[in-house]
Nanobody, 119 residues
Framework: QVHVVESGGGLVHPGGSLKLSCAAS????????MNWYRQAPGKQREFVAA???????TYADSVRARFTISRDNVNDTVYLQMNNLKPEDTAVYYC?????????????WGKGTLVTVSS
C-alpha cells in the first residue's frame, strides 16, 4: 500500500510559476515510477508528466518545455515545477504511482491539489 499526498497548489497569474510536491509513504520509493495527472473542470483526467525509477522523464505535449518533473529518493518526494503557466493549466493536479499484483496494475492516487491560473 502506498499513500501519496500532494501540496503546493494555489492561485497564480498567467506567466507565473508554481512547484507542486508529492510525498509518498513508502520506504521503497526509489523503485516506483511516479506520475502527475490533472483534471480541469468539465474535462477528463489527463497525463501531465512521468518520471521512472531510473529518472527518465516523459511529458504531455501541452506542458513540455514549461514543466519539469523531478524526484528526491531520500525524502520520498516527487516534484512538478511549472513555469510560464497559462489559464488552460488550471486544474486539480494529482500524483499517481502504481504497482503490479499478480499481473494486475494497482494505481495509487492522492486527493489532488488545485492550481488556478488567472489574472
Amino acid at each position: 500500500q502506498v499513500h501519496v499526498v500532494e501540496s503546493g497548489g494555489g492561485l497564480v497569474h498567467p506567466g507565473g510559476s508554481l512547484k507542486l510536491s508529492c510525498a509518498a509513504s513508502t520506504t521503497i520509493f526509489a523503485i516506483y515510477n511516479m506520475n502527475w495527472y490533472r483534471q480541469a473542470p468539465g474535462k477528463q483526467r489527463e497525463f501531465v508528466a512521468a518520471i521512472t525509477k531510473g529518472d527518465q522523464t516523459t511529458y504531455a505535449d501541452s506542458v513540455r518545455a514549461r514543466f519539469t518533473i523531478s524526484r528526491d529518493n531520500v525524502n520520498d518526494t516527487v516534484y512538478l515545477q511549472m513555469n510560464n503557466l497559462k489559464p488552460e493549466d488550471t486544474a486539480v493536479y494529482y500524483c499517481n504511482t502504481y504497482t503490479y499484483r499478480t499481473g494486475i496494475r494497482v494505481d495509487y492516487w492522492g486527493k489532488g491539489t488545485l492550481v488556478t491560473v488567472s489574472s
